[in-house]
Nanobody, 124 residues
Framework: QVQLVESGGGLVQAGASLRLSCAASGRTFSSYVMGWFRQAPGKEREFVAAISWSGGRTYYADSVKGRFTISRDNAKNTLYLQMNSLKPEDTAVYYC?????????????????WGQGTQVTVSS
């Protein structure tokens, strides 16, 4: 198993940047494909980005492509999400997730391990 803890959320103005982190413990972090999802109030949870075991491949939702960057540091057992040019519609609880099912997954059901989430609020 792997345990995931997100951090880095907060309240920012539109156009600002934030970097989310997800610290992993348990089984070997580098064994997992990692993803970020988000859930806005009153909406279903949606895929944001995913990254391969080595970090060599990434995949983004169209809504964040060009603004968000997913990365990982396997030596530090940490996943990141750099969010630039934030918009009010990015307001959501952001979750990191892990799966042993490769190569890259955007489907929520493929992820078996989830963090507790961190709130990101973007004001206009």
């Amino acid at each position: 198993q792997v345990q995931l803890v997100e951090s880095g959320g907060g309240l920012v103005q539109a156009g600002a940047s934030l970097r989310l982190s997800c610290a992993a413990s348990g089984r070997t972090f580098s064994s997992y494909v990692m993803g970020w999802f988000r859930q806005a109030p009153g909406k279903e949870r949606e895929f944001v980005a995913a990254i391969s075991w080595s970090g060599g491949r990434t995949y983004y939702a169209d809504s964040v492509k060009g603004r968000f960057t997913i990365s990982r540091d396997n030596a530090k057992n940490t996943l990141y999400l750099q969010m630039n040019s934030l918009k009010p519609e990015d307001t959501a609880v952001y979750y990191c997730a892990a799966t042993l099912r490769g190569p890259l997954a955007s489907e929520e059901y493929k992820y078996g391990y989830w963090g507790q989430g961190t709130q990101v609020t973007v004001s206009s």
